[in-house]
């Protein structure tokens, strides 16, 4: 794109070169990214407003701080009873147990307990806030009733107290801080006192009143208890003694006598089973033939001596016989003295086998009896069965007397020990002291927040004033928001030189290696870059007071200085800026009088002794012919300047305001457009490039004018902003 020249197009965004975009594609495409040194770039040049904002901001909150009236607050710490040593037992096993700690829902419902509707008109009335004559009604609200004034001022002093107190958990203690914000510090102290005072002091008489009118319901309530407990237990035992069922500890007289007529008749069924057992096996024994084999009957004594005295007979009985014969008297009186033992055995069995009928009988008899008896027993039982339903219900009644009346007492008991030995759930920490000085308004705190507030208020207009900032500052800017070549920037004297106040074109031959004159070199180099073999230079800018004038006569002497046969043109006609430049050319021919004819170029030319420089100005009385500067008179003039010069520059008039300006640009080989540094608004300089001649002119680039080298670095990443560190190299 070096010395290429640019043709321009309208485009829907605004003026775009028609060459090849790709650079400037890629330079958008850069500034998608947040650039942080241009966030801090755009910080740093609306730094006045920022402070300007914030220290505004400060003196308001310093203004509303000090108008805010003084409030003291005042604070007392309370701490509860996380372990309460029992005095007295609890219960009537006389164990006392060990005390809960408190849960940390307890502790926060402590917390509400304080500041609590009940607590705090406790508080008001303890102080007697009522009569203080700040919470006394209107006199038109208290309807001459005493009574309702009075409650109207409590109501009024509950409610500023809850305004105005708070209470907090102190960390994850079991203390509570109690606050209380009021004009007054002694009061604020006082109040906040109170309150701990009856939360505390308060409490434990508000318990110990409560356990003595407990006692007193529970006493009224156990007296009548106790004669309904002794009614119900008469009303049993009359009933006892009315249906005859007495009792022992073991169960009712009926159910012991049936219960021992029940044993009896078992036993008596037994013995009478085995007496008639053992009758029917002896009597079937005797009928087998075996009168001295009765099983009953060898149980006698009497019969095993005689089965003894048989036994001995009847071997002697044998004896005799196998000896002497069956005729032998000693064999006779052996047999006789035999049968007389058998005899008697078989009398004696008869005896035994007697007895045991007999007793047989008695058995029967015995049993018949036990089972009559048991039976007018069972009948009794029925009876008292039947009568057992009402004693059932009067028994009911009266052991739920006898509990309720038992466990009253009991409760009674307990209250009854215990009173007297009530302890506070919470005791006094610290008490409030005065305040010495105010907590609202706090001037640290407003001052952070005016000062916080500010930064943000002075960033934020910071940065909206540069969004909405025109103007341009950069070469960025130039060629990012234009999309036109930016040459070079031609700084100020003031913030360049190290002497006092000079003229610009004086100043550039003065110092002629001067970043002043620098620039200009530097705007020679840039439109021999961006153009071909451009001759005849126009130089031109949007509006007026751009710089215009002054950087023609410093590009022209920069040019002449260096060698170069170089004519500038006087091209405005209205300010003339070029000719008021020259002194002591009053009355000479000018541009106008070249062009219509009336003298010659070499008559009307003035030659700058210092450089050489070759200047055509205006002449103050000839203006009025503004069509000749855009005939063919000003073609064929600078024809003839282009045969005998390097270089030609045109100062034109300001494009929007002169419409002439536009058509002098075409007839040059090369534009330059100048813009005032953070002046020239960007909407007029896009309505300038608008309004040139599509085909007819060639534009070189914008170069920024008057640009102060002390604070564009704040506003540049470019080539200026780096002036600082290159100052040294000029001389």
Same mark, same amino acid.
């Given at each position: 794109m070096v010395n290429t020249a640019i043709d321009f197009y309208r485009a829907p965004a605004g003026i775009m070169p028609a060459t090849p975009a790709e650079p400037r594609a890629n330079s958008a495409a850069a500034t998608d990214r947040i650039d942080l040194r241009r966030l801090l770039a755009m910080f740093r040049r609306r730094i006045g407003v920022f402070l300007g904002v914030l220290l505004g901001v400060l003196a308001i909150g310093m203004v509303i701080t000090?108008?805010?009236?003084?409030?003291?607050?005042?604070?007392?710490?309370?701490?509860?009873? *996380?372990?309460?040593?029992?005095?007295?037992?609890? &219960?009537?096993?006389?164990?006392?147990?060990?005390?809960?700690?408190?849960s940390e829902s307890f502790v926060d419902t402590q917390v509400s307990v304080i500041t609590s509707e009940t607590n705090t008109a406790a508080v008001a009335d303890a102080l007697g806030l009522a009569r203080d004559p700040r919470f006394a009604p209107e006199a038109g609200n208290a309807a001459g009733k005493a009574g309702t004034a009075q409650q109207s001022s409590r109501e009024a002093a509950i409610r500023y107290l809850s305004k105005n107190v708070t209470a907090q958990r102190i960390g994850t203690t079991y203390g509570i801080a109690i606050t209380f914000? =009021?004009?007054?510090?002694?009061?604020?102290?006082?109040?906040?006192?109170?309150?701990?005072?009856?939360?505390?002091?308060?409490?434990?008489?508000?318990?110990?009143?409560?356990?003595?009118?407990?006692?007193?319901?529970?006493?009224?309530?156990?007296?009548?208890?106790?004669?309904?407990a002794l009614a119900d237990s008469a009303a049993v035992q009359r009933y006892r003694i009315a249906h005859n069922l007495l009792s022992t500890t073991q169960g009712t007289l009926t159910e012991q006598e049936i219960s021992s007529y029940n044993q009896e008749v078992t036993a008596a069924r037994a013995q009478a089973s085995e007496d008639a057992a053992r009758l029917e096996a002896a009597q079937r024994q005797l009928q087998a033939g075996g009168s001295g084999g009765v099983g009953e009957a060898s149980l006698s004594p009497v019969i095993g001596q005689m089965r003894a005295q048989q036994a001995g007979l009847a071997g002697e009985f044998a004896a005799l016989s196998s000896r002497y014969g069956p005729q032998h008297p000693d064999v006779l009186r052996a047999r006789a003295q035999l049968e007389a033992v058998n005899r008697q055995i078989a009398a004696e069995t008869q005896r035994v086998l007697a007895s045991l009928e007999a007793k047989a009988r008695v058995s029967?008899?015995?049993?018949?009896?036990?089972?009559? &008896?048991?039976?007018? =027993?069972?009948?009794?039982?029925?009876?008292?069965?039947?009568?057992?339903?009402?004693?059932?219900?009067?028994?009911?009644?009266?052991?739920? &007397?006898?509990?309720?009346?038992? =466990?009253?007492?009991?409760?009674?008991?307990?209250?009854?020990?215990r009173e007297g030995t009530e302890q506070a759930d919470a005791d006094m920490l610290h008490r409030a002291d005065v305040?010495?000085?105010?907590? *609202?308004?706090?001037?640290?705190?407003?001052?952070?927040?005016?000062?916080?507030?500010?930064t943000g208020l002075g960033i934020a207009t910071a940065f909206l004033t540069e969004m909405t900032f025109t103007g341009l500052t950069t070469g960025e800017d130039i060629e990012e928001r234009l999309g036109v070549r930016y040459l070079c920037a031609i700084p100020t004297l003031q913030s360049v030189a190290k002497r006092g106040e000079r003229v610009p074109a004086s100043a550039l031959l003065e110092d002629p290696r001067s970043v002043f004159a620098e620039s200009f070199r530097s705007l020679r180099a840039s439109i021999a870059m961006n153009t071909t073999e451009a001759?005849?230079?126009?130089?031109?800018?949007?509006?007026?007071?751009?710089?215009?004038?002054?950087? *023609?006569?410093?590009l022209a002497r920069s040019m002449a200085a260096a060698g170069d046969r170089i004519l500038l043109i006087d091209g405005d006609l209205r300010r003339q800026g070029v000719s008021?430049?020259?002194?002591?050319?009053?009355?000479?021919?000018?541009?106008?009088?070249?062009?219509?004819?009336?003298? =010659?170029?070499?008559?009307?030319?003035?030659?700058?002794?210092?450089?050489?420089? &070759?200047?055509?100005?205006?002449?103050?009385?000839?203006?009025?012919?503004s069509e000749l500067m855009t005939g063919e008179e000003m073609d064929r003039l600078l024809a003839t300047a282009r045969e005998r010069f390097d270089a030609v520059i045109i100062d034109t008039a300001p494009v929007l305001p002169i419409a002439d300006a536009r058509l002098l640009l075409g007839k040059a080989d090369a534009s330059v457009f100048v813009v005032r540094w953070r002046k020239t608004p960007e909407q007029a300089l896009?309505?300038?490039?608008?309004?040139?001649?599509i085909d007819r002119v060639q534009l070189a680039g914008v170069a920024m004018t008057r640009v102060d080298m002390r604070k564009q670095p704040r506003f540049d990443y470019g080539e200026t902003a780096f002036y600082r560190s290159y100052e040294s190299y000029y001389a």
């Open positions: 000090a108008l805010q009236p003084r409030t003291y607050q005042a604070r007392a710490e309370v701490t509860l009873n *996380s372990k309460l040593q029992p005095v007295a037992p609890t &219960s009537t096993n006389d164990r006392a147990d060990q005390p809960a700690i408190p914000d =009021s004009r007054d510090p002694q009061e604020a102290a006082r109040i906040a006192n109170a309150f701990a005072e009856q939360y505390t002091l308060g409490a434990l008489e508000n318990k110990r009143s409560g356990a003595r009118e407990t006692t007193s319901v529970i006493a009224n309530r156990l007296e009548q208890l106790r004669q309904q029967q008899q015995r049993l018949s009896s036990l089972a009559g &008896s048991l039976n007018a =027993s069972r009948g009794m039982l029925e009876q008292n069965n039947a009568a057992m339903v009402g004693l059932n219900d009067l028994e009911k009644r009266a052991e739920t &007397s006898n509990a309720l009346y038992e =466990s009253y007492l009991n409760r009674y008991k307990e209250l009854t020990a305040p010495r000085n105010p907590s *609202s308004p706090h001037v640290l705190i407003n001052a952070v927040l005016a000062l916080a507030l500010g001759r005849i230079i126009a130089i031109t800018s949007a509006l007026p007071e751009e710089g215009k004038t002054t950087t *023609s006569i410093c008021r430049f020259l002194r002591g050319g009053e009355g000479r021919p000018g541009l106008m009088e070249v062009l219509h004819g009336t003298a =010659s170029l070499d008559d009307a030319m003035v030659i700058d002794p210092a450089t050489g420089l &070759s200047i055509l100005p205006l002449s103050a009385e000839n203006t009025d012919r896009r309505a300038a490039l608008r309004l040139l001649p």
